[in-house]
């Protein structure tokens, strides 16, 4: 069974440009979540879908990121502009349901650098 | 509110030693919680989840967590580690409200293996 696929792995860009991050569930997944995770802390939740609805966005800074998940499949999330604190590994999840109880699979992340 | 403490930032280990890392919770109700790990370079892999019943629970590799009420403790195990242990592992509690699934994760513990 394939994983979660995300894509870049790496990015760098300087403050105020934008940047986008493309991510794949697992096949089946009704529910994807994106994390940001700050070096040496832990990830931190941005956004929860539910096939194509946000189930939670409460703490997505909507001034600058936003999400979509058009067709409950893939999900983008983007910045902009960026700055220089959003550098971050951002991790992508998901899982078969809506329950804690259901396993969340992580991707590989995408490390974002902003100079 | 739910949080995670992890006290120990960095552990170093020898090969074949035991292993014990700490993790405290905050949470309300009866908690949902879990044991990930992170390798360099890898997405998030669930060790383990503890959500009800047995207060000891065995994961994969090897690692077992006991759920200690009255010390609002979680911590992970292992009887002998292996230098494939090294890695940053990562306490999480889980907070389910209005259909939505919130991880809330400690800030990791390093593991060092030394042969």
């Known amino acids: 069974e394939a994983g979660v696929a995300q894509s870049p792995r790496y990015k760098i860009i300087e403050k105020r440009q934008s940047v986008a991050f493309w991510c794949n569930p697992i096949?089946?997944?009704?529910?994807l979540y994106w994390y940001q995770q700050i070096l040496g802390q832990g990830p931190k939740l941005l956004i929860q879908?539910?096939?194509?609805?946000?189930v939670d966005d409460s703490q997505l800074p909507k001034d600058r990121f936003s999400a979509e998940r058009l067709k409950g499949v893939d999900s983008t999330l983007k910045i902009q502009p960026a700055k220089l604190e959003d550098s971050a590994v951002y991790l992508c999840?998901?899982?078969w349901g809506a329950g804690l109880t259901d396993t969340q699979y992580f991707g590989p992340g995408t490390r974002l650098t902003v100079l | 509110a739910q949080s995670v403490t992890q006290p120990d930032i960095h552990i170093t280990v020898s090969e074949g030693a035991s292993l014990e890392l700490r993790c405290n919770y905050s949470?309300?109700?009866?908690?949902?919680l879990f044991w990930y790990v992170q390798s360099p370079g890898q997405g998030l892999q669930l060790l383990l989840k503890y959500f009800s019943g047995d207060t000891l629970v065995q994961g994969i590799k090897g690692f077992e967590a006991e759920f200690k009420r009255s010390q609002s403790s979680f911590n992970l195990r292992k009887p002998s580690v292996h230098w494939s242990d090294a890695a940053e592992y990562f306490c999480a509690v889980g907070a389910g409200f209005e259909g939505a699934n919130n991880l809330f994760f400690g800030t990791g513990t390093r593991l060092t293996v030394i042969p």
């Open positions: 096949s089946g997944h009704a529910t």
């Open positions: 999840a998901s899982n």
């Open positions: 879908f539910q096939n194509n609805g946000v």
């Open positions: 949470y309300g109700a009866t908690p949902y």
